[in-house]
């Protein structure tokens, strides 16, 4: 957070996990995007995204987009000629909304889905000179929004074919366990309540709500811990729920469990 004398403006993005905002009691929120995730299939070369504003006075929004991939475990944002925003820059008036079209430059991709991030940044209202200074706290927002074109492979499935299983292990990350997830298929898969059962059966929440995505072809870990230490994480068992489904998913100790189709994201 940048701090001014009498005005800090906080820019919140939670690990490109899906839309960050941050609320102070007082000020409210005022930007809202939807829809929260884009799913462009090999038949469309455009979505779009609505920004609307339910605050009583104009505000102004930056779109970006980037690809999307996890490189050794790790999320990686890098700027992209694959897709264009019409508008990137816009204002929205007072109880109004306004239309973002995501447009596709070029062909589908042919059998791997393809992943990207929308970055949607709500700026800072500029400050005359000579205004006298606000009380309290400004806040901007940003959203981070997942976009997925669907590969041809998929162009005459109503929905996205059912991804590989998830491959998961124990690994040491520099003194710390992480539970890795790989994901050998042609889809992303969506994690989200993550949980680790000890040996004594006792549940310990690693993760609540949305947890993350493996991207395909991607690998992405989880820091984890057990009050039994190493042993205990080791002859417990992992559990999530993949892809919107309301029942968990086993993912350690078990053979790799193919996750269930596609939800809601």
């Not at 800090?8 to 995007?33: T, W």
């Not at 992480?178 to 040996?199: K, M, S, W, Y």
């Not at 004594?200 to 992405?220: E, N, S, T």
């Not at 002859?235 to 309301?246: C, H, M, P, T, V």
């Amino acid at each position: 957070m940048t701090m001014h004398t009498t005005t800090a403006r906080a820019l919140s993005l939670l690990a490109l996990c899906g839309l960050a905002l941050v609320v102070e009691p007082g000020h409210a929120a005022s930007l809202q995007v939807a829809p929260v995730t884009l799913t462009l299939s090999p038949r469309q070369n455009a979505d779009g995204l609505w920004l609307s504003n339910s605050g009583d006075a104009p505000l102004q929004a930056q779109v970006r987009i980037y690809r999307w991939t996890q490189v050794d475990g790790e999320d990686r944002l890098e700027p992209t000629r694959d897709l264009t925003l019409s508008p990137p820059m816009l204002q929205v008036g007072p109880g109004e909304r306004q239309l973002v079209r995501v447009i596709r430059l070029g062909p589908p991709p042919d059998t791997v889905e393809a992943s990207y991030r929308v970055i949607v940044d709500e700026l800072p209202v500029p400050v005359a000179a000579n205004a006298p200074p606000r009380p309290g706290l400004d806040f901007v927002l940003r959203y981070s929004l997942p976009m997925f074109l669907r590969p041809l492979s998929d162009a005459d499935r109503a929905a996205p074919a059912t991804p590989a299983p998830l491959t998961a292990t124990l690994v040491d990350g520099g003194g710390q366990m992480q539970l890795q997830l790989e994901n050998r298929g042609t889809g992303h898969v969506q994690i989200a309540d993550l949980v680790f059962i000890d040996p004594a059966g006792k549940r310990l929440v690693l993760r609540q709500g949305l947890a993350g995505y493996v991207l395909p072809g991607g690998i992405k870990r989880w820091p984890v811990a057990s009050p039994g230490g190493i042993d205990a994480l080791r002859r417990g068992s992992f559990k999530a729920r993949i892809n919107g489904a309301l029942e968990e998913s086993a993912l350690l100790p078990s053979e790799p469990t193919p996750p269930q189709a596609n939800g809601p994201r």
